[in-house]
């Protein structure tokens, strides 16, 4: 059986498919140079057991430490269980506060007057929804050479973007959105130990969303005053 099979057998999408073979499933064949995956009963057993644990809530990542012996299949569902009732109980409350405002005729640029009443039912116990579970952009801060001095100083580039370009994926391994941060410091880094200037440039990409893939960072010192008086 090939891919198209196996996602029309077992109602997997494709993109779970390819999740799934990223993260904590390995085809018997795959491997093997010029010759399409084929999958075997095995693999398919394996596919059914994947599909089982993640329907009931388990993530790739814990799954893998089940498969390396880090957690028990227990201790996986407890981990996870304690996770969903957390998160269920965030969602009985964002959807109590969403009823809430709506009955208030809530405008947009009014929300903030009710931050203070959210904030005091926070600090007694009742829970909202947040972020987690949300996007979350790769670190964009960096330790930069000082290309006059040599120190070492750290910048967050975040500070200093310029472009966020989001794109679908044209790999063969597609993920989802490939997202590249373009930043240029311009004139206004200047070295805490030696003072003098220079300039940031490059991009950081993230693939599939939230996680590394690569980046181009360029240092160039900036010519002083003196210097530019000089010639």
Known sequence: MQTKD??????????????????????EQAGKSGVKTEYTERDIQNLKRLE??????????????????????????????????????????????????ITDGIEYDSAGQYWENIHQRELAGEQFADLEGEYQTVALDRVIQCPSCGKYINIDFEDFEIDTTINPSSRDDDMGEDIVHTFDTEDNMKCDYCGCGFRVQGWIREYPAGAYDSESVNVTLLESEGDSDAE
């Open 6 to 27: 196996i996602v029309e057998m077992l109602g997997i999408p494709e993109n779970r498919l390819k999740l799934y073979k990223k993260e904590v499933f390995t085809p």
């Open 52 to 101: 089982v644990l993640t329907k009931a809530g388990l993530t790739c990542k814990i799954i893998r430490k089940v498969q390396t012996g880090t957690l028990t299949l227990s201790e996986a569902f407890e981990e996870r269980t304690k996770a969903i009732q957390e998160d269920i109980e965030k969602k009985k409350g964002a959807l109590a506060l969403a009823l809430e405002l």
